[in-house]
């Protein structure tokens, strides 16, 4: 039997990747209102121990703006930086980076 994706809004994916974090001990930040912010800025950037990771989250079949995809590229060739496209289907890596399993970014 095939593992059924999880229908989940963007906006219950952002509070339940939050909920993680901040009981992983992450500081976690987020633009309530990103109406007046730089297009494509990830939804969340967090950090822990010496660890930043900057996250966009999508809904199952959310798609990314060309801003979004631009923002990620350009963290991802920053040394030391964590930079993830999550979806809910990730909930498990979520979990796993957040509660201290590093896994390789990508």
Same mark, same amino acid.
């Given at each position: 039997m095939a593992k059924k994706t999880p229908t989940m *809004?963007? *906006?219950q994916f952002l509070k339940s990747v939050v909920s993680v974090a901040?009981? =992983?001990g992450w500081l976690?930040?987020?633009t309530y209102d990103s109406r007046r912010s730089q297009a494509g800025?990830?939804? /969340?950037? &967090? !950090?822990r121990a =010496? #660890? !930043?990771?900057f996250a966009e989250l999508k809904s199952q079949k959310g798609r990314i703006k060309a801003a979004q995809?631009?923002?990620? $590229?350009? /963290?991802?060739?920053t040394k030391g930086l964590e930079v993830f496209l999550? #979806?809910?289907s990730d &909930? $498990?890596?979520v979990v796993k980076n957040l509660m201290g399993h590093r896994i390789v970014a990508h």
């Open positions: *809004t963007e *906006t901040e009981d =992983g976690v930040y987020h800025f990830p939804d /969340l950037v &967090m !950090t =010496g #660890r !930043t990771i995809q631009n923002w990620l $590229d350009e /963290l991802r060739k999550w #979806r809910p &909930m $498990d890596e």
